[in-house]
């Protein structure tokens, strides 16, 4: 968490709702939001990455080809 909470793209307060569901049981209902939140952030990563250059966009598309999950994302930046 030390590391996340770091990084200038992720929500204090999105990490501390992380840090209380993982204490407790993990339904799906309370797990709605923050994948939202985690489906948005990973979209603005891919940007930033992809933003980078064509080797850092192959990166991208290459792990998020083992993420069948992911594949369903509305990601402009590797359009």
Do not use: C, F, H, K
Request: proline share 5%; hydrophobic share 50%.
């Amino acid at each position: 968490m030390r590391r996340l909470r770091a990084l200038p793209q992720v929500a204090t307060d999105w990490l501390d709702e992380i840090e209380v569901l993982a204490g407790g049981a993990l339904g799906a209902e309370a797990l709605a939001p923050l994948v939202g939140q985690a489906e948005s952030l990973l979209v603005r990563m891919a940007g930033i990455a992809v933003a980078q250059g064509e080797e850092e966009a192959t990166a991208v598309r290459r792990g998020l080809s083992y993420w069948p999950d992911v594949a369903d994302l509305d990601i402009p930046s590797l359009g």
